[in-house]
Each structure stands twice: as C-alpha cells, then as structure tokens.
C-alpha cells in the first residue's frame, strides 16, 4: 500500500495541506488501525468495508484517512462539511452517486463535523448506505453514542482515532524541516513547548511551524509564549468532557485522593466549566458518598458555595478548593490556596490529557465497548475501604498538590494521607 513519497509543491497552500500524508504509512499516531496486516488495512485493501465514523480530536489526521480510503478503493470521492451544507447539497451528492452507482463506480462520502447534522439530516443517509449507493466517512470531534442517530451507527463501524502525543507532535516538526529544507528557529526545550501548545492538533501546529519558519533569529521558549497565544484546553460544557472531567472529579472524590481531586477541579476550571455546576456535585457528593461519617462536610461545602457567590471568581475558586480538599479527606492553612494554584499551572500545562478510562462513566453500549468504566474499583468495596487506582491522566505521574501543614485539624489529615500513600504502595507491590 505504499504510496510515492511527498512531494514539495504549490506554495500558496498552506503547509498543513501540502504535508498531508499520501500513504497510511505516513501517517502518524494511528498505528493501533493502520498497521500492515491489521484488519482496517486488510478491509480496505480488500475494497469490502462498511461506512465508518472516525471520532477524535481535531488535526488527528480523520480528513487524511478519509481521503487516503477514496485514493486506494478508486472511488469517487465527495467532500462536504456539516457546518457549510445543507440538505440540498446532500440530495444533489445522492442524486449523482446513484447515477455513478448505474456506471459501476462507487461514491465515497466525506462529511466532516457529521455531529452538526440535526437528526432529520442524518436519517436521510439511511437508505442511501443500505442500497450501497454511497460509503459515508463521517469525521467527528464529538462523542457518536451521545451525538449520532442510533439507526446510523447501527449502519457505521465507528473506529477511534489516538490524540497525537507529544513524541508524534515532536516527529512532525522535523518531517515539516526536512519537506521545506528550513530550520526552525528553535532550541530543543522551545520545540517541546511548542508541540505542547499544540495540544494534539497536527494541523495547527503546522501552521504555526509555516509562521515561525519564516523567523531568522533564535528563539527559547519564554520569547515563544510571548510570540503564541496559549491555546485554550479541548473542553465543551455541554457535551462529552464535561461528563469525562465530572465522573473523573466525582471517582477522585471518593477514592479519597485529594491531588487527582483537585487537578480535575481545576481542568474542569480552566475550560471553563460554570462553577456552580461543581458546587451543586460537590453538595450531593458530601451526603452521597460521606454522610454521617462526617457530617461536618455537608457544612463544609454549602459554606464554600455561600463563600463563592459572596466572593465571585476567582478569588472564590479557593474556597471551593477548600471542599474540595475537605470531602477527599474526609471522616487549613494556606496549602489549600497553593495546592490550587499549583493544580491549576498543572491543568493549564499539560493540556486536555484525558482520564484513564476506568474512571469514567459508561451510559451507552459504545462506551462499554470501548472500555469506559472497565477495571474501576468502587472503593467502599475494597479491602481497607480504599482501592488505591490512578485517577490522574496516564500520560502525567502522581503529583502531589496538597500539603498540609502541622497545625490543628490538618494533623490529622496528615495521617490519613500517609496510611492512604502506605497503603497505595502496598497496592504498586
């Protein structure tokens, strides 16, 4: 399946375009489906495979594969996007694939941002996938099970494609020097802080590589921040990582680890997530999952959410931290305040590394499937009421956040961190 290698060519377009893959070999972060011998490849090798959603996130290289699966099958290739197209355009595209389906040439359609299809648009693909008159791709950020027709993913194989790591990211930059034949204008240290910035987009961290390719003087990283405009974390309030990011709250809580605790809080923070929204969680959680083992917790938090509206952001995120911190270690000093703001560098940092799967929710079958919720341990029913599993992303170690002070309460806040950290060891050996 190995295509002619890339060519440099027509400068107008913008580099991210030119560099696009002309062979899945090519293409980076994806080897769990493009693998030689995997059965994604042999299917299309084989020119006998269904429709497909490709769910990731943006710049993960979902348009490339698309347009890569039209290139080997041969087939007539049809791009339209979900945002700038309507119904019409749809009826025109099925209108002229079932006159190419006449002529023995099948039709490819690409829609990308399938989710913005209203649910009417998207029962109009449903007869033209069952009769073979069109193989839909279509490409989406947003989580299927939540977004999608249950009649259409009942008729698409729906195949996950990896957030590019910063190893891939890495990788990219030097395949982008060595197609333009130019060198980055950075040292190592700002090459990594630039992929980081990247926040797993190929597409946007080529466009920024265009930019600064075109910079003759040296660069470290400080100058680069001041040059790039940090980007904002992958975050929608209203859909599939406002769940992820609150189950992940929610199971840190009860797994009594107060750093996981807080690093989700404040990603949750960062993107932007209404602060009343964690309030009203944390409330249910004091009497949910604490109760009359200390019944100072419900306190603790109504009086965190009367401290914030009188307060305001952010100023007033502290003493939501300060719940928080409370229900995670639960039967003050300023280490709330610093625990905060060292999670909130953290969250800001890393990017939007997602939980590990174990810990979140899985209220459809396609998130089952896909191993949400797989391997959680609920900690009540553990030996020791504790279970010590990892609530940080996978890609991060354990960071501790939170250090109390030997002063009044936290004393005793400071055994029970160390018996839950012997504990955790013990769990590690």
């Known amino acids: 399946m190995k295509q002619s290698a890339l060519t440099f060519e027509d400068n107008n377009r913008p580099l991210a375009d030119r560099m696009r893959p002309t ?26 495979f269904p429709s497909i959603i490709f769910w990731g996130n943006a710049g993960c290289g979902k348009t490339t594969i698309a347009r890569l699966i039209a290139k080997y099958s041969g087939a007539v290739f049809v791009q339209l996007s979900a945002i700038s197209h309507a119904t019409a355009d749809l009826r025109k595209v099925f209108e002229q694939a079932e006159i190419d389906k006449g002529a023995g040439k099948r039709t490819i359609l690409l829609i990308d941002e399938i989710h913005r299809f209203n649910r009417s648009q998207q029962d109009l693909f449903l007869p033209y996938i069952e009769n073979g008159t069109i193989i839909l791709i279509g490409a989406t950020t947003e989580n299927p099970s939540l977004e999608l027709n249950s009649a259409l993913l009942s008729r698409c194989k729906v195949l996950i494609l990896n957030r590019l790591d910063l190893v891939n990211l890495i990788k990219l930059t030097y395949k982008a020097e060595e197609f333009t034949g130019k060198k980055l204008p950075l040292d190592e240290e700002a090459r990594t802080t630039l992929c980081a910035i990247a926040d797993g987009d190929a597409r946007y961290l080529l466009n920024m590589v265009e930019e600064l390719l075109e910079i003759a003087k040296p660069i470290n990283s400080e100058e ?31 797994g009594s680890d107060v750093n996981a605790a807080l690093y989700w ?17 944390l409330v249910r959680f004091a009497s949910e999952d604490i109760g009359m083992a200390d019944p100072q917790a419900l306190i603790q938090t109504i009086a965190a959410k009367d401290a914030f509206e009188f307060i305001g952001a ?43 799967k174990h810990i979140l929710n899985a209220p459809t079958k396609l998130m089952k499937e896909i191993g949400y919720g797989d391997g ?21 170690p354990r960071t501790k956040y939170y250090k109390p002070a030997e002063a009044g309460f936290e004393r005793d806040i400071i055994k029970r961190l160390d018996y839950w950290e012997r504990l955790r060891a013990k769990k590690v050996e």
């Open 314 to 356: 952010p100023e007033g995120y502290v003493n939501i931290a300060q719940a928080v911190t409370y229900l995670a270690t639960a039967p003050k000093s300023i280490g709330v305040y610093r625990a905060l703001n060292s999670a909130m560098a953290d969250a800001k940092k890393n990017g939007s590394l997602s939980p590990p």
């Open 376 to 396: 959680y341990v609920y900690d009540p029913n553990a030996k020791d009421g504790f279970s010590g599993q990892n609530y940080f992303p996978e890609e991060m």
């Open 224 to 254: 680069l921040l001041r040059l790039i405009q940090k980007r904002m974390p992958i975050y929608d309030k209203s859909r599939d990582g406002h769940y992820n990011l609150i189950s992940a709250l929610h199971k840190s809580l009860r």
């Open 265 to 281: 809080f404040s990603r949750m923070l960062d993107g932007g997530e209404e602060p009343l929204y964690i309030l009203r969680r």
């Open 23 to 48: 062979s899945f070999e090519d293409v980076l972060g994806q080897d769990h489906l493009l693998a030689e011998g995997s059965l994604f490849t042999g299917a299309i090798k084989s020119g006998n």
